[in-house]
């Protein structure tokens, strides 16, 4: 008795059976679901003012409102990881506690003479991958009666 084999029948068997085995491989595999995860987004690194806007208040009423937009890649502010930073200017270091970003600088030299030492605290109203916008408001938190400076900042990377 001869056996007869039917080629169209072999080649679909072993493309099954490859297929079968290729599934089975890449199934098994080490799942490094480490190198996947989204990593939070972060203040750390350097960011590049894009424009700013100050808004003058007296008693609560808006006296002047005075944007201003930065030449193409002029002014910077750099966070690093162990929570200092430098400005173009200053040297800095920083905390983060929800979305308050507290800045201290110590008393150092700048280009109009000594700066003193100082604390600002500033609300993160926005921090993506490539836009950190910050509000500072200087003067009453109450706004009714409010008689000073509002100032919002856009960075990007």
């Known amino acids: 008795m001869k056996l007869k084999f039917n080629s169209k029948l072999i080649t679909v068997c072993t493309i099954l059976f490859l297929l079968g ?3 089975i491989y890449t199934s098994c595999t080490k799942n490094n679901s ?6 939070p ?3 750390v690194g350097k960011w590049t003012y894009q424009v700013d806007t100050v808004r003058y208040y007296n ?3 808006l006296i002047q409102e005075q944007p201003y937009t930065y030449a193409l890649n002029s002014t910077h502010l750099t966070f690093n990881q162990d929570g200092t930073g430098f400005s173009d200017f200053l040297i800095y270091n920083y905390t983060i506690n929800n979305k308050t970003l507290i800045t201290n600088y110590p008393s150092q030299p700048s280009r109009g003479g000594q700066f003193p030492a100082k604390s600002d605290t500033t609300q993160i109203q926005e921090l993506s991958a490539n836009k950190l916008k910050l509000y500072t408001l200087l003067g009453h938190t109450d706004k009714s009666v409010f008689t000073g400076n509002e100032v919002v900042e856009v960075l990007t990377r």
């Open 21 to 23: 085995i290729s599934i």
């Open 34 to 39: 480490g190198e996947n995860k989204i990593k």
């Open 41 to 43: 987004i972060s203040i």
């Open 59 to 61: 008693s609560g009423i």
